[in-house]
């Protein structure tokens, strides 16, 4: 890639930070240059992001239909899978997914929850009535 | 407390890591194309049984930690890397480096990472950073890929260095023991022994799903994903490939590039005029692996999407094979003495 062609399409890390790119010169030498990022880049990160709401919309549903307990959803909305929610509280697998039952659930106790929260980084009330705050 | 240490922005996090400790037993010598390609860093891989974030899992350089290890190996320097199970004592230790005047390299994760924009903050676990310093509760971090360098509070930092899941970093810490400098005639060596590793891993490594032969079955693989996964989740492992190849930290072109400058740099030091041709050779590789970007982008953004169009984009990773294992054939080639 010529120095000339490196992309500026500004990207939602270009408003923070530049990042660096190595492209060539006039006489084909390589040089660094900063970015402000590349439009096929941010298409392809509003793609998995769009599939992350996906998911957070339809868990949310299913918790909605008492199908499912709200730790599926905090999961969807901390991009985490059971495995790294077990190594973040403690719990085992098969523990978390019997606490992804809604009565479960319901019977955890507050020293369970806090571990939940925990991982999630939120309040003990915000997984009980599903409300993120984004940070 | 502060010890005295220029931030110097680097495309990617190990490398700029690696080549920033190693700056002063280098008198800045050792950039980070150098220590890109004595840590032997260009690679591809496609592990088609595991999933990352829900795709497919990817890579376009070596395992974490490896390029650290390697370069200061091939360079004769011994490395401290301390791993600890309580978090006290992570930072105990950390305090004890800084103390002494030591900047120290540490393995974090991303997904709790405070000053990265959100969209940009998954589960990964295998970013690098530099700490150098602490003035109240704020760290002084030396984040390679940032313009410039940052802090972080106790409770962050602690946060990210015993990040959980897949490769977690467990506040794992690494510096050069020594300050002894580095020589010419070592820089020399090792460069030579970073391309030998290289080719041994990109042409030679078992199994088909990696090296030269990795790049070329990804190619055969894709051109079934619009059958074996439908139109949607086969735009969301294409969007992933790309995230792979072009995110920050690769440079651009899925590494190719920085390898291209580092044989470059390996010519200035070895004068073997084939370098010079090889590293045109990286750059139409990288080239192509950008345009075959450009060509997934067009499948997940919904303007392409016929079997043709997915054909097409295999035959592109086919032919960066072919390129690639042409390359590091040519580099096997070489004589050294």
Redesign the interface.
């Known amino acids: 890639?010529k120095k000339e062609n490196?992309p500026q399409d500004l990207s939602?890390?270009g408003?923070?930070?530049?990042?660096?790119?190595?492209?060539?010169d006039k006489s084909?030498?390589?040089v660094?240059e900063?970015?402000r990022g590349?439009?096929?880049?941010i298409?392809?990160?509003d793609?998995?992001?769009e599939?992350i709401e996906a998911r957070k919309a339809r868990a949310k549903q299913q918790v909605l239909n008492n199908e499912v307990s709200p730790l599926l959803y905090f999961m969807e909305y901390?991009?985490?899978d059971i495995?790294?929610l077990s190594?973040?509280t403690g719990f085992w697998k098969w523990q978390i997914k019997r606490h992804l039952k809604p009565e479960v659930f319901k019977k955890l106790s507050d020293k369970d929850l806090k571990k939940y929260a925990e991982a999630f980084?939120v309040k003990i009330e915000d997984i009980k009535t599903m409300s993120v705050h984004?940070? | 407390m502060k010890i005295d240490f220029q931030h110097i922005q680097s495309a990617h996090c190990e490398s700029g890591v690696t080549s920033s400790l190693l700056r002063q037993n280098s008198v800045n010598k050792i950039t980070e194309p150098l220590a890109f390609g004595i840590g032997a860093g260009l690679f591809f891989v496609y592990v088609p049984f595991i999933k990352i974030n829900n795709g497919p899992a990817i890579a376009f350089r070596t395992f974490p930690g490896v390029i650290f290890k390697r370069t200061c190996e091939a360079l004769g320097i011994k490395v401290i890397r301390k791993k600890f199970r309580s978090k006290e004592q992570a930072e105990s230790f950390l305090m004890k480096c800084l103390e002494e005047g030591i900047p120290v390299g540490c393995q974090v994760g991303v997904y709790y990472l405070s000053y990265f924009p959100r969209e940009y903050r998954f589960h990964f676990n295998a970013h690098n950073l530099i700490v150098y310093g602490k003035e109240d509760d704020n760290f002084l971090i030396s984040d390679p890929v940032m313009e410039n360098a940052t802090t972080l509070t106790t409770y962050e930092l602690e946060r990210v260095r015993f990040a959980k899941g897949a490769l977690a970093p467990r506040g794992q810490i690494y510096y050069p023991q020594s300050q002894d400098i580095i020589t010419d005639d070592q820089i020399k060596k090792a460069i030579v022994s970073g391309i030998k590793k290289n080719v041994y891993t990109m042409l030679s490594i078992p199994g088909s799903f990696a090296g030269v032969k990795g790049i070329k079955y990804t190619g055969e693989k894709i051109k079934n994903w619009l059958d074996k996964l439908g139109p949607q989740k086969a735009g969301l492992y294409l969007a992933q490939l790309v995230r792979m190849q072009e995110e920050i930290g690769t440079g651009g072109g899925g590494f190719r590039y920085i390898y291209a400058a580092f044989l470059q740099e390996a010519h200035a030091y070895l004068k073997k005029d084939e370098l010079l041709e090889i590293s045109k050779t990286f750059t139409q590789a990288g080239d192509l692996w950008r345009t075959s970007a450009v060509q997934a982008a067009g499948i997940f953004k919904g303007r392409l999407g016929s079997q043709e169009d997915f054909n097409l984009m295999g035959d592109y990773l086919i032919e960066i094979s072919v390129i690639e294992k042409e390359a590091f054939l040519a580099l096997k080639k070489i004589k050294w003495h």
Do not use: Q
């Open positions: 890639m490196v939602s890390l408003k923070i930070t530049k990042e660096i790119c190595y492209a060539t084909g030498k390589y660094t900063l970015s590349w439009e096929i880049k298409n392809a990160l793609v998995a992001w599939d901390r991009l985490m495995g790294i190594d973040y980084n984004e940070d």
